[in-house]
């Protein structure tokens, strides 16, 4: 039987909760984050969350296990587009979490901003990261050499885009 998530929006509150999953050994080695990051940094992100930002949490049993979300491109032109970020706390991951987060992203994405494109940036050896992605309908656009310090070495950095064109039709 498969778990069901409670998606919804991010609020400041959540701050301690999204900050434990950011700081995870688990988990930040295959971030841009840094291991020892202050929960004040995520708390000043959340309460001064700018609106080109679409920040969703899932939570079970009245817990945050997962965060992902759009960011919307400002410029004039390139506005159709996103930069996409998922995380998901350590003790929580192969549970479908990604996959509900990724669900409710891509159909915010479609559905509500009527983005065109969105893109990502994950580390090369993140094979369940690349897995779930491509489920997604993201494919491989380009490597990135030695773009991402991880534990003192350098790494590659795939990116990946999913497009959502022409816009499909429904009847």
Same mark, same amino acid.
């Given at each position: #039987?498969?778990?069901?998530?409670? /998606? @919804?929006?991010? +609020? &400041? ?6 900050? @434990?999953?950011?700081? !995870? ?23 001064? @969350? &700018?609106?080109? /930002? ?16 759009? /960011?919307?491109?400002?410029? #004039? ?22 996959? !509900? ?17 969105? +893109? ?9 990261? /690349? ?30 885009? @999913? ?6 039709? +429904?009847?």
């Amino acid at each position: #039987m498969s778990q069901s998530y409670l /998606i @919804r929006s991010v +609020e &400041p509150s959540d701050a301690a909760a999204i900050h @434990r999953i950011k700081t !995870a050994p688990g988990v930040y080695p295959d971030t841009l984050q840094l291991p020892h990051q202050p929960l004040s940094v995520t708390e000043k992100q959340l309460n001064e @969350r &700018p609106a080109n /930002i679409h920040h969703l949490v899932a939570c079970a049993d009245g817990e945050v296990v997962g965060s992902a979300g759009l /960011i919307v491109n400002e410029g #004039m032109r390139v506005r159709h587009s996103a930069d996409l970020f998922l995380i998901v706390r350590d003790d929580w991951q192969g549970k479908g979490v990604g996959g !509900a987060l990724m669900r409710a992203v891509t159909d915010l994405a479609d559905n509500w901003l009527g983005l065109i494109r969105i +893109e990502l940036k994950v580390i090369h050896d993140n094979a369940r990261a /690349i897995a779930l992605y491509e489920k997604f309908g993201f494919e491989y656009e380009g490597r990135l050499r030695q773009e991402q310090l991880r534990a003192g070495k350098l790494e590659d950095v795939l990116v990946m885009g @999913r497009l959502n064109w022409p816009r499909r039709a +429904e009847a």
